[in-house]
T-cell receptor, first 114, second 112 residues
Framework: ETGVTQSPTHLIKTRGQQVTLRCSSQ?????VSWYQQALGQGPQFIFQ???????GRGNFPPRFSGLQFPNYSSELNVNALELDDSALYLC?????????????FGPGTRLLVL | DAKTTQPNSMESNEEEPVHLPCNHS???????IHWYRQLPSQGPEYVIH???SNVNNRMASLAIAEDRKSSTLILHRATLRDAAVYYC?????????????FGAGTRLFVKA
């Protein structure tokens, strides 16, 4: 029942460049979260959007920003890419921004920064 | 921020029960406890979640300590398809907004 898709699947960028990653949430899900997962580690919470407003953020600098659109799609933008930004980026959607809500994850976008 | 601590890896025999522990001693009163699992090259998959009471679903059971400082995910009969990394997660809203805290995960090996 996941229905969460992400694009692209893989991406290679150069240090200093900017990147936009896209996510399409499950229909009817007004909440989307983004995570960064470095190789061999657990996902780290970047931020969450609910009805097009950011309503939670992890320990990530402002060069990580996002957008959420009314059609259940969303974007993660990263400016001034650094080598340490190389990771798998996951988005997850849910109906409500509530701690007891189940999140449905996409397959992720693997970003490599050279 | 509250955090979770899990063993790096565990091993089980096929068809036997598996108990995966998680320590969350700094949990707040309104943090929900979630468990997800992740197969290679896939996004995490929901397993189960709870707040205070033990929970059962078709995949697993979740036992939550009375003081909520620890929990245990129970797979009743491990199969080869259960081999994955299991994450214990805390989710809630605090003064800074909504937060989700993943642990480092336990890699479960299942032997045939």
């Amino acid at each position: 029942e996941t229905g969460v898709t992400q694009s692209p699947t893989h991406l290679i960028k150069t240090r200093g460049q900017q990147v936009t990653l896209r996510c399409s949430s499950q229909s009817g899900h007004n909440t989307v979260s983004w995570y960064q997962q470095a190789l061999g580690q657990g996902p780290q919470f970047i931020f969450q959007y609910y009805r097009e407003e950011e309503n939670g953020r992890g320990n990530f600098p402002p060069r990580f920003s996002g957008l959420q659109f009314p059609n259940y799609s969303s974007e993660l933008n990263v400016n001034a890419l650094e080598l340490d930004d190389s990771a798998l980026y996951l988005c997850a959607s849910s109906s409500l921004p509530w701690g007891g809500e189940t999140q449905y994850f996409g397959p992720g976008t693997r970003l490599l920064v050279l | 921020d509250a955090k979770t601590t899990q063993p790096n890896s565990m091993e089980s025999n096929e068809e036997e029960p598996v108990h995966l522990p998680c320590n969350h001693s700094t949990i707040s009163g309104t943090d929900y406890i979630h468990w997800y699992r992740q197969l290679p090259s896939q996004g995490p998959e929901y397993v189960i979640h709870g707040l205070t009471s033990n929970v059962n679903n078709r995949m697993a059971s979740l036992a939550i300590a009375e003081d909520r400082k620890s929990s245990t995910l129970i797979l009743h009969r491990a199969t080869l398809r259960d081999a994955a990394v299991y994450y214990c997660i805390l989710r809630d809203v605090d003064t800074g907004g909504f937060k989700t805290i993943f642990g480092a995960g336990t890699r479960l090996f299942v032997k045939a």
